[in-house]
Each structure stands twice: as C-alpha cells, then as structure tokens.
C-alpha cells in the first residue's frame, strides 16, 4: 500500500508495509486513534484486540494524568480558600478510629507537628466539657442518616489554655456493608463572628427589655402609614391588643378634627427626618381621646429608601387638663386684677379730684401748695396705673411710656408751661412696676420744684430730662437753667420735705441721688440719681 491518504512521515521513517489503526471511543465519539504498522505477516483479529486494549489503556492513563493535575490544581485553590476562611479539613476512618488533619491546623492551634493525638479521641478531648455532649448528639444523628450533614458549634482549647470557636461541618463519604466508614469535612474559626453575634444577641436582649418595660408608649409606621410594631406599654395606655392595631393606619385612631393635618405632617416628617413635640389627639378604646406628644426619626434600608418610622409619645392628657385649668385661673384672675386696678385707678382720680376741688376752694397759700403737691403724688400714682392697665405685663412697663406721660401731666400743672421748653432723651425698655412707684414720685418731686422755683422772675427757661440705661444701671439726669441752688445750701441739712421724700425713695432704690449747680459759670441746677435693676 501507499497509504496515499496519509500527510507523510517524518524523514528517515521506515516505510509503511502494513498498518493497523483503531479508534478509542468515549460517549459514542473518537477522543482519539493508535495505529502500529509493518508486521511481517497480515494483522489478525487478534492483534485487533490486543492494539483495542492498548489504545483504552493509553486513553486512561492520558485522562488520570489530566484528573490527576485537575485534582492538584483544586486541591491548591481549596487550600488557599481554606487558609482565607481560617478553615480546615479533616478527615475520620470509624474502621481505624483515626482523625487526620493538615499541619497547618496544629500550628494554628499552637501545638506542634504530631502534638495532638490523630484519633477521634485525641480531638475529641480538645473540645470544651459543656460542648462534648451536643457534639457527640449531631455525629450520632449524621451517622444514623438522621442529618445530611454533620454540623455542631464547640469550643476547642489551644495549647496556651485558652478556647475559640470552631464551626464543623462534615459528611459521609464512604459505607461498607452499608455501614459509613469514613466521613470527611471542614472546620471554621467563627471566634469573631461568634462574639459579635454574643454581643449583638446580649443588646438584643437589652434593647427588648427595655422596649417591652419601657415607660413611654412606642409605635413603628411603614410608608403608608400603617402600623408595624406597638410596645406593650402602648398596649396598655390606649386600651387595644396587638391584633386590633397591626395592619390598621395609624389616622384612624386621630380625632377627626387631625387626620388631615396629618397627611400633611406625615409627608413633612418623611421628608425631614424627624420629629419633636408634636401633639395629637389619639382614641382609646373606650372612646375618649388622649393628648398624646410625638417624638421619632425615620428608619432607613441600606439604599437609603423608607423603612419605617421608630416613634415614642407621652400621655399628656391630665398635664393638658392642668394647664387648660392653669390657663383658665389665670384669665380669672387677669380679669379680677384688671377690676382692681382700675377701681385703684378711679379712687386716685377721685381723690385727685378732691384734692383740686379742696385746693380750689382753700385761700390759705399755704394750704392750697400743700394740697397741690399731694395731689400730684397722687396723679404720679394713677399714671402708672393707667400703664399697667394697658400693659401685657403688670410686672414690667415701659420705663419710656411711664415717664412721657407723667411729665407731660406734671407740666401741665403749672400756668407758666408755654414759656418753658422740656427736652427729653428717655431710653425705651422694660422695668420692675416696683421700681416705677419711688422713680415716678422722684420724677415728679424733682419737676415740681423745678416748675414752683426755678424760674420765678425768669421769662422762659429749660428742662432736660436724660434716662439711659448703662448695662444694669438706670441713670436719670435732671437739668434747668434756672436760679440755681441757694449759696451754702447742703442736700444732708435740708429741712425740705421734697428732698427728704427724693433721699428716703433713693434708699429704697438701693441707689444714689445728687443734686448740684451747674459749673463752667452756667446758671441752673443738676440733679442725678443711678440705681441698678
């Protein structure tokens, strides 16, 4: 033959005589061909078999040596994810009763190469008393096929004396008389995982006692609204069981009059995050309704989307009552103290009224200025009445509006007003009414002489009144360009019973009072008083 069909033979062969050729078959296809050429006489049936037979062998030697590089490439990458894990494997033979494990696992566990008996014993005896029980309980269970797998958590002692958490899994691999003989499997170190999650199942535990015996009711919302989670504090301040309330919204226990508002507040508080003080008007049960007041944020998935709401609220029914109660005393009593103050008011001006009819009709000079000066006290008295009555505050006025009106009354006292000229600088704040009964009576005193004295034989004249307040002093400075004070005259000897009135007020100020003539060749007198507030 030829063998024409052939691509040729390498250089120096021998040629072909004859030629034996046969396939090797796997799953009805060719995987390969082997041939054998120029035996001396024809091929036979025979020789067909034998080269058949060559061909199978050399096909399994071919495909054992590619598991075989295959298994070594796995078992390396095993290795390598074993290692990652902090795992091992092992494995048991019940026929030998031994446990073999990799070298890398004793150094793990701190014990040298051999160290550690390779029998189910030996490791058994590593495994922490309270856990040797449940351990010996699941073997069993996998061993009478009761488990697919053999799993357990145990505690197992390093060499130094101390435990970590090893999760073993396992499975049988090979029976004889339908008996398992050796099971192979894998060990984990969880001792992280099993402190985090000890750690975390201990908060847990913390977070429910204190959720179910916590003293504010709470409630959780899903997006819509709807009830998810109540404590049993909430339980119990409204009246419901758990199955009343699950699964229903949240607006249907809101008065009528607030479901609205709290699609609206519902929406913001989505959007906002949080919530604090907000108040609504829950039923119980019964059918009355309590004030409750909201505090919560949102919870959050981790893509940041809704999850749900996490809310408190405290009973404020009875404090709501107390304060509607409070608050209804309060305009009681505003109204009753308004009646006071204005019959005080109308008896000042009734006595003021006397006090000018009396003088009126009086022809002693003496009597009539006498009569004037009280009246004014008076008319300085029901001035600052007249400021508490329209005042939001009987505890404070406005030191300015006081002042302005009381001199302007004071001035229009006296006949000789149109030629003297007032320049007022009053600061504008609030101060104690206390303190506005010796300040206004000061005021009044201080104006009164000033008009009865200062200017008599003078055509016209000048007052300047100053009040500022300096931090927490008031000082108030009194100024005329009048005749000034007489030659020699001493405040502490005076025997007037203005000035003895001004010094006693002053005292009762806790404050100072000077009064003085001007200096630089000036004409006139300065008086100045400073007290703190």
């Not at 390779?118 to 008393?129: A, E």
């Not at 704040?429 to 200017?455: C, D, Q, R, W, Y």
């Not at 000048?462 to 020699?488: F, S, W, Y």
Request: glycine share 6%; charged share 25%.
């Amino acid at each position: 033959n030829n063998l024409t069909h052939k691509k040729g033979l390498p250089a120096g062969h021998a040629p072909i005589i004859r030629e034996l050729v046969v396939p090797v078959f796997r799953n009805n296809k060719i995987k390969a061909i082997l041939g054998v050429g120029n035996k001396k006489t024809n091929y036979d049936e025979y020789d067909m078999k034998t080269i058949q037979l060559l061909a199978d062998l050399a096909w399994e030697t071919v495909e054992r040596k590619k598991n075989e590089l295959a298994l070594f490439e796995s078992e390396e990458k095993l290795q390598f994810a074993l290692i990652g894990a902090n795992a091992d494997s092992w494995e048991v033979d019940l026929r030998t009763n031994s446990c073999t494990f990799s070298k890398r696992w004793e150094q793990y566990m701190g014990y040298e190469e051999g160290e550690i008996p390779q029998t189910i014993d030996g490791v058994l005896s590593l495994i922490h008393p309270e856990d040797k029980a449940n351990n010996n309980e699941q073997l069993e269970k996998h061993l009478l096929g009761q488990s697919q797998i053999y799993e357990t958590t145990s505690r197992v002692c390093r060499k130094n004396g101390t435990y970590i958490w090893i999760l073993s899994r396992g499975k049988i691999v090979e029976w004889e008389n339908e008996k398992p003989v050796r099971l192979i499997g894998i060990n984990f170190d969880i001792t992280v995982q099993k402190i985090s999650n000890d750690a975390l199942k201990e908060s847990e535990k913390k977070f429910r006692a204190l959720y179910d015996n916590a003293p504010l009711s709470y409630q959780s919302l899903n997006e819509e609204g709807i009830f998810i989670d109540i404590n049993p504090t909430w339980l119990t301040t409204l009246g419901y069981s758990r199955g009343e309330v699950l699964g229903e919204k949240f607006s249907s226990l809101l008065h009528p009059d607030e479901r609205e508002s709290f699609t609206v507040r519902f929406s913001e508080f989505k959007r906002k995050g949080s919530v604090h003080n907000v108040e609504f008007r829950l039923r119980h049960k019964n059918g009355d309704y309590l004030n409750v007041s909201f505090e919560g944020c949102i919870g959050y998935n981790p893509d940041g989307s809704f999850k749900q709401t996490y809310c408190v609220f405290q009973n404020i029914t009875e404090k709501k009552k107390a304060e509607d109660e409070k608050n209804k005393q309060l305009v009681e009593k505003e109204i009753l103290l308004k009646e006071v103050h204005h019959r005080i008011k109308n008896n000042l001006g009734s006595i003021e009224n006397l006090l000018f009819l009396q003088s009126e009709m009086n022809t002693n000079p003496n009597v009539t200025s006498a009569l004037s000066e009280i009246k004014n006290y008076v008319t300085s008295m029901r001035v600052l009445y007249e400021k508490m009555l329209v005042s939001d505050s009987y505890a404070e006025i406005s030191i300015k509006d006081f002042l302005v009106s009381l001199i302007d009354i004071v001035r229009s006292l006296f006949p000789n007003r149109a030629s003297i000229r007032f320049d007022t600088q009053i600061d504008n704040f609030l101060i104690h009414s206390k303190l506005l009964f010796p300040l206004g009576t000061i005021v009044n005193e201080l104006l009164t002489n000033i008009m009865k004295h200062a200017f008599k034989n003078i055509s016209s004249g000048i007052v300047n009144i100053q009040l500022k307040r300096i931090a927490k002093q008031v000082v108030l400075t009194i100024e005329d360009n009048g005749q000034g004070l007489p030659q020699g005259f001493d405040i502490g000897n005076s025997q007037k019973f203005g000035l003895f009135l001004i010094e006693m007020l002053t005292e009762q100020l806790k404050g100072t009072f000077t009064i003085e003539n001007l200096s630089d060749g000036k004409s006139g007198t300065k008086s100045t008083l400073q007290f703190d507030i």
